[in-house]
């Protein structure tokens, strides 16, 4: 199975997926790592582990179906099977879901459909609720409401900050993203047996 990420920023979970993908824990080809932005960060753990790495920003087309047709021929170019996005701050348009229906899974800071958008754990925070968590989660055309994988739970406890919770829920996301990765590449190969 041929993955590709994408990403937006720092790229912690890219590196925990690109490390078990090294440790053959997910029995997967990383063939590409794809940022929005051509000073995130993730680029450089991207040539760290050797991985092709490719950048271009929304603002250099006429417009988003234009990003996205260049994006969906890059994700074509390297024959990826799987899209896995790892912080990538972009909502999926239509046409890059046609092209990967159901092959396209995200990973969301919350336990949905509990705080779905940019802000679940800051929004779980100060909700002062007891419990929240990770998703990972199939994408479709809403915002976090494609059908869910998994979910990891994280209790918020009395006196946690905000920085304290984002660390217990990066905690979660670095154990279950790989675990789900490892599942759904297992279910690939089983399927093309």
């Given at each position: ?35 929005d ?6 680029l ?48 999926i ?19 949905l ?73 297992k ?7």
């Amino acid at each position: 199975m041929r993955l590709a990420v994408l990403a937006s920023g720092n790229g912690s979970n890219f590196e925990v997926i690109a490390q078990a993908v090294k440790d053959k824990k997910i029995d997967a080809e990383l063939t590409l790592l794809f940022s929005d932005h051509r000073d995130a960060y993730v680029l450089q753990r991207g040539k760290n582990f050797e991985i092709p790495c490719e950048s271009f920003e929304l603002k250099e087309f006429p417009d988003k179906k234009s990003y996205e047709t260049a994006l969906l021929r890059l994700l074509q170019q390297y024959e990826v099977d799987l899209v896995v996005l790892a912080g990538y701050m972009r909502i999926i348009g239509k046409d890059l879901l046609a092209a990967f229906p159901n092959r396209i899974v995200n990973i969301h800071p919350a336990l949905l459909p509990n705080f779905p958008g940019l802000h679940g754990i800051k929004d779980a925070y100060e909700a002062g609720v007891k419990e929240t968590g990770v998703t990972i989660h199939y994408v479709d055309s809403g915002v976090d409401t494609g059908p869910i994988i998994a979910q990891g739970s994280v209790e918020i406890a009395k006196g946690d900050t905000l920085e304290d919770l984002e660390i217990k829920i990066h905690q979660v996301e670095h154990q279950l993203y790989p675990q789900v990765l490892a599942e759904i590449a297992k279910d690939f190969h089983l399927n093309k047996q």
